[in-house]
Structures are given as C-alpha cells and as structure tokens.
C-alpha cells in the first residue's frame, strides 16, 4: 500500500511538472522577440540625436521590420510580425487563430485533421487518404 502511495505522488508530481513546463513554453518565445527588439533599439542608442528608442517602432518607421533580424515584415501595435506564420495575427493584424489551428501562409488550419496540413504547414496526405490525429491514414 506504501508504495501505490509513493507511485501515485510520484506521478501525480512528473504530470504538474510537464503541464508547467509545456505553460512556460510561449513565455520563452516572447522574451526571445523581446530581446531582438531591445537589441535593434540598443544598437540606435549614442548615435547624434540622442536616445531614439520611440523613433524606433514599426508604427513611426516600418523599414525597421525590415532589418536583418527582424521577427517579421510586418508592422502590427508597434511590433514585427510574420503575417504568413503568427497565429496571433494571421493573413492581418489582429486576426488571431483558435487553440488547436495554425497559421500556415496567412490561413489558419487545424494540423490534425486538415489533409492538405496533417501535422503542420503543407504537409499533404497522398490521394485518397485522411488525416486524423496530425498523421494521414491514421489507425
């Protein structure tokens, strides 16, 4: 019985720590843009005119997106985005789409169930076959 308890708890403790990790996982992403960004705007600072760090967003100066580095071409509330790829503004600004979708060249699809997307971007199933579950003729 002591050591069902200890099996239990133990994985109870490796299922909090997988769903903590996999919610931390976007966070990553963001800083990372983020530290692009304050990178770009770094890289303008001491130059003749003083700090320019509000003269440096996409909004007042779309070339910035642009740049070598650039998370994308596109300028959407002040930052770079790929409009081909963010699921956050996918095809526009602001088009955001839903929990299980991506955004495969501006559309959003869902990879596990679209034929012409099974299990991510143009991942085509041969003729006569479904997609189900991310992999065509699944079962």
């Known amino acids: 019985m002591n050591t069902f308890k200890i099996s239990y708890f133990a994985f109870v403790l490796i299922m909090v720590l997988a769903i903590a990790i996999t919610l931390s996982e976007p966070l990553r992403?963001?800083?990372?843009?983020?530290?692009?960004?304050?990178?770009?705007?770094?890289?303008?600072?001491?130059?003749?005119?003083?700090?320019?760090?509000?003269?440096?967003?996409?909004?007042?100066?779309?070339?910035?997106?642009r740049l070598k580095g650039s998370s994308g071409r596109d300028c959407c509330r002040k930052r770079c985005v790929?409009?081909?790829t963010n699921k956050l503004n996918c095809g526009r600004c602001g088009k955001s789409c839903q929990y299980s979708e991506i955004c495969c060249n501006?559309?959003?699809?869902?990879?596990?169930?679209?034929?012409?997307h099974c299990g991510g971007c143009f991942k085509k199933c041969n003729k006569g076959r479904s997609c189900a579950y991310g992999m065509c003729s699944y079962a």
Do not use: Q
């Open 82 to 84: 790929d409009l081909r």
């Open 29 to 65: 992403v963001e800083a990372n843009h983020r530290d692009r960004y304050g990178r770009l705007i770094a890289a303008t600072r001491g130059k003749k005119g003083g700090n320019r760090t509000s003269a440096m967003t996409c909004d007042k100066s779309p070339k910035v997106c």
């Open 106 to 116: 501006g559309y959003c699809v869902n990879p596990m169930f679209d034929k012409r």
